[in-house]
C-alpha cells in the first residue's frame, strides 16, 4: 500500500511563502510522476504542479513564477515551495503519485491566504 502524507499548510497573509511537504511511504522514483492538486471551496479541483520522473516541471498559468515543485528521493519527499501568495491560491492542496495503471492520493493540506 502507498500513503502520501501532505504537511506545511497554513494561514498567511498575501505577500507571504509556504513550503508544502509530501511524503511517500514507498520510494517516489518507482512513480511516473507526481503531482500537486488543489481544490478551492466550490471550485473543480485543478493540478498545479507536476514533476515527472526525469526531473522536468510543468505548472498552470497561474502560479508560474511563484512556485516551484522539487523532489529529495533520498527522503521519499516532493515539495512546493509557494512564493508571493495571493488569496485566490487559498485551497485543499493535495499531493498525488502515478504509476502504470495506478494513482495514489494524499488527505491533503489547508493552504489559507488572507487578504
Known amino acids: 500500500q502507498v500513503q502520501l502524507v501532505e504537511s506545511g499548510g497554513g494561514l498567511v497573509q498575501a505577500g507571504g511563502s509556504l513550503r508544502l511537504s509530501c511524503a511517500a511511504s514507498g520510494s517516489i522514483s518507482s512513480f511516473n510522476a507526481m503531482n500537486w492538486y488543489r481544490q478551492a471551496p466550490g471550485k473543480q479541483r485543478e493540478l498545479v504542479a507536476r514533476?515527472?520522473?526525469?526531473?522536468?516541471?510543468n505548472y498552470v498559468d497561474s502560479v508560474k513564477g511563484r512556485f516551484t515543485m522539487s523532489r529529495d528521493n533520498a527522503k521519499n519527499t516532493v515539495y512546493l515551495q509557494m512564493n508571493r501568495l495571493k488569496p485566490e491560491d487559498t485551497a485543499n492542496y493535495y499531493c498525488?503519485?502515478?504509476?502504470?495503471?495506478?494513482?495514489?492520493w494524499g488527505k491533503g493540506t489547508l493552504v489559507t491566504v488572507s487578504s
Open positions: 498525488n503519485a502515478e504509476r502504470t495503471s495506478m494513482t495514489y
Open positions: 514533476i515527472s520522473i526525469g526531473g522536468s516541471t
